[in-house]
């Protein structure tokens, strides 16, 4: 254990990038959930299909996969980025597209009553999505959000497989360095718990602080009822 | 350089017996996941003291901890306790206890959805704790979250992949090797892409279509 110590520094800095992934990677994957499930919402089909596809392609295959394209594919195609930019990006596309469906969703669940009463108000499309349906569907978006938002953490973890010296990534190295399996990789799995725990409760923050029915401000956060994972494939 | 269509009908046959690999990984792995988590949905249902807290925290640190380390960790921490089984092995047992994580949850919610009547009727009739469970609350709790497993064992069939990085030969492995052989990396990823794409689209329509069947017949 104590020779770990010594590569601390080498650790920390691997943390660094991983939590660099996580905020810009999320912070990407907000405007492409809310880009990609508003245009699956239009009523045009030339809007709609391309984000439908979009949306599809990317729950339909694994951010391995897609890193793995990206990073060693797509340069043959001509576009060569560096292998931190690869990975958040597809860190955002990948989360963004669930998070779409999540946009999506609890947008659709409003009560039609309120389109209807912004129609009779003559309330106009834009209008209405901005001020009337967007916030008010907010609330429900918000645990699923959670859950997108520890899957994305979690995932940072496979940039390591593309070169990107994250927290995994510096992990490996040190075990090559020092042999100390063991202790390499309960470091590593109790850092990336602790953070999630850490995310896990923002988010159940951000649920009561935000929710419409005051009473449930009132209750305790359940810490089992916490991680609905971001679940499988179509319509989870 | 761009897209080569003999390059790529050529390397075809490699790569679907990735995808058999893929298969054969997802099927063992997701009956690990359905047994293991049956066993701590229950033992956590029933309240055992210590044992019910301690497969508490196993749940959520496994849900808190990325599958890619976990794997790393099964795959080289093993090996110095003298346990070696092989990284196909050791990444369907990965799978397995990963996902019993995610199914014991869903396992969890269907058994907390039937009605407490039941219970109390089974109670009443003097049943015993076996078939209680066996006759009455499993079949009813397991019918309204076979979509939510499927949905898991579709996810799962997608995280497969992972398990390249522990090098099991299954299909992201077989086109990454292809890919770094001939330094042709567009069409070996690109077709498994489409491979993972084409088993995991139909599939997760099908379970759509099984979750409205189930939910219209209750």
Known sequence: ?236 | MTWDTDFAISILPRLLQGLWITIQATMAGIAIALALGLIVAVIRYMRVPVLSQVLGFYVLFVRGTPLLVQAYAAFFILPTFGIVLGPLLTGIIVLGVNYSAYTAEVYRSGIEDVAKGQWEAATALSLPARPTWTRIVLPQAVRSIVPMLGNYWIQMFKDSAILSAITVSELLYVGQTIGADQYRYLEPLTIVGVLFLAVSYPAAVLIRRLERRLAISR
């Open chain 1, 1 to 236: 254990m104590s020779t770990i110590i010594e590569y601390a520094p080498r650790l920390w800095e691997g943390l660094i990038v991983t939590l660099q992934l996580l905020v810009l990677g999320s912070a990407l994957a907000l405007v492409i959930a809310f880009a990609a499930g508003l245009g699956r919402m239009s009523r045009n089909p030339v809007i709609r299909f391309p984000f439908a596809a979009f949306i599809e392609v990317f729950r339909g295959t694994s951010m391995i996969v897609q890193l793995f394209w990206a990073f060693y594919a797509l340069p043959f195609l001509g576009l060569e980025l560096p292998a931190f930019q690869v990975g958040v990006a597809v860190l955002a596309l990948n989360e963004g597209a669930y998070a779409a469906e999540i946009v999506r969703g609890a947008i659709k669940s409003r009560p039609t009553g309120q389109t209807e009463a912004c129609v009779a108000l003559g309330i106009g499309p834009v209008t209405r999505m901005r001020r009337i349906l967007i916030p008010q569907s907010i609330p429900a978006m918000l645990p699923p959000f959670g859950n997108v938002l520890v899957d994305l953490f979690k995932n940072t973890s496979l940039v390591a497989t593309i070169t990107v010296l994250d927290f995994t990534y510096m992990g490996l190295e040190v075990r090559t360095n020092t042999g100390e399996t063991t202790a390499v990789f309960i470091t590593l799995l109790v850092v990336y718990f602790l953070i999630s725990m850490v995310l896990w409760f923002m988010m159940k923050w951000f649920e009561r602080r935000f929710a419409i029915d005051r009473t449930k401000k009132a209750s305790p956060p359940k810490l089992w009822a916490i991680a609905r994972p971001g679940g499988g494939g179509v319509g989870a």
